[in-house]
Every structure is written in C-alpha cells, then in structure tokens.
T-cell receptor
Framework: DTGVSQNPRHKITKRGQNVTFRCDPI?????LYWYRQTLGQGPEFLTY????????KSRLLSDRFSAERPKGSFSTLEIQRTEQGDSAMYLC???????????????FGAGSRLTVL | SQQGEEDPQALSIQEGENATMNCSYK?????LQWYRQNSGRGLVHLIL?????REKHSGRLRVTLDTSKKSSSLLITASRAADTASYFC???????????FGKGITLSVRP
C-alpha cells in the first residue's frame, strides 16, 4: 500500500485555462475527499465520494469545479476557466466507512499545488 | 459537521519543553482527532479519542477530552525541533461524518 497518491504535484497555469488533478486513494478505502488549502488556513472541505457516488459538495464550490470518481477507485478534480483566486493546495484524502466505531480517520495525499498566473 | 476552535493560534517554545494546545467544540461528538501538518510529511493523523474516553497516550502525545466542557487538549512532552508544525483539532460529530478543519495552531520549537 503506497498511501494516497496525487498528481501532478505542481501545476502552473494561465488564467482561463482548465486544469485537472488526479487522486489515487488507498485501495481498501471506499471514501474519498477533496479539500483546498490556502496559506495560513486549514483545509477547506470541497466534496466527498462514497464508492462512486458523490455524496456532498460544498456550497462554496463554484460551478467551475467538478469532481468524478467513475469506478469508485481514483478520482479527478477539474477546474474550468481558472481564476487567480483558485491558487491553492488541493488535498485528497481517503478513509474507510467500514470501521465498527464509526471513526472517520483520514489519510491525506501530499497535495497538488495550483498556481494561476 | 463542526470544526474545532484551537487555542492559542501560535505557540513558540524551547526544545525540551512541553507544549499544550487546547481545543473547544460546540456540539456532541463521536470522537475527536488531532492532525499535524508540516512541510516534510504533509497532513497526518496523530491521535483519536472517543467520546467515552477521558485520556489517551501515544508516545510523547497525551490527549484529554472533557465532554462536559466540550474541550480537548493535546500535550506534547519533551518537544523536539521536528515537532514544529501546524496542529488541527477535528471533532467528528456523527458516525462516519465528514471532517471539518479549523485554522489550527502553529507550533514552533526552537533548538
């Protein structure tokens, strides 16, 4: 098990371009989360999946953001028509729903840093 | 879900000293978790304490939970420079509910 893998690690793009990030969770984990983090702030929840179903999406999330998890394994997060305010670290995390206690312990990836020029 | 309110926002101590970080939350919880984030290892889970537990230890970490006061504390004993990081207190409201992070506590351990 190699943990949660995110690609690319860094992305520099020009305003107005589309970008896509990929997350490969821990294979036994059925839940997958996307968070966004800016400097000096904690991770901000964006959306999460249980298997292939997207169960919740933050109301703060613009329509330019879309996430998929087509086969319940890896996930992609796409940002269309990027803006400078989208510059942030995008973190993916996974967890297992199958714990008896209901504890939801997240394992995070290293993140994908987006810079929009 | 709910987020924890960490206190203080920043803490600077000398290597070898103990670091105490506090957290408060608003509604009843299933458990409370502490995470650490530094540039080297990213964001990692440190320790979890269940709502029916009062104290838990893991190596140099000691976490307490007072559900009557809706508060928790994380104590790091004999701190090291490598403990320099941001620490997040994350209350989990319901079974399997999502986690919401606050701003965290920035801990600096001076060599």
């Amino acid at each position: 098990d190699t943990g949660v893998s995110q690609n690319p690690r860094h992305k520099i793009t020009k305003r107005g371009q589309n970008v896509t990030f990929r997350c490969d969770p821990i294979s036994e984990h059925n839940r997958l989360y996307w968070y966004r983090q800016t400097l000096g702030q904690g991770p901000e929840f964006l959306t999460y999946f249980q298997n292939e179903a997207q169960l919740e999406k933050s109301r703060l999330l613009s329509d330019r953001f879309s996430a998929e998890r087509p086969k319940g394994s890896f996930s992609t997060l796409e940002i269309q028509r990027t803006e400078q305010g989208d510059s942030a670290m995008y973190l993916c995390a996974s967890s297992s729903q199958r714990t008896l206690s209901g504890a939801n312990v997240l394992t995070f990836g290293a993140g994908s840093r987006l810079t929009v020029l | 879900s709910q987020q924890g309110e960490e206190d203080p926002q920043a803490l600077s101590i000398q290597e070898g000293e103990n670091a105490t970080m506090n957290c408060s939350y608003k509604t009843s919880i299933n458990n409370l978790q502490w995470y650490r984030q530094n540039s080297g290892r990213g964001l990692v889970h440190l320790i979890l304490i269940r709502s029916n537990e009062r104290e838990k230890h893991s190596g140099r970490l000691r976490v307490t939970l007072d559900t009557s006061k809706k508060s928790s504390s994380l104590l790091i004993t004999a701190s090291r420079a490598a403990d320099t990081a941001s620490y997040f207190c994350v209350p989990q409201t319901g079974a399997n509910s999502k986690l919401t992070f606050g701003k965290g506590i920035t801990l600096s351990v001076r060599p």
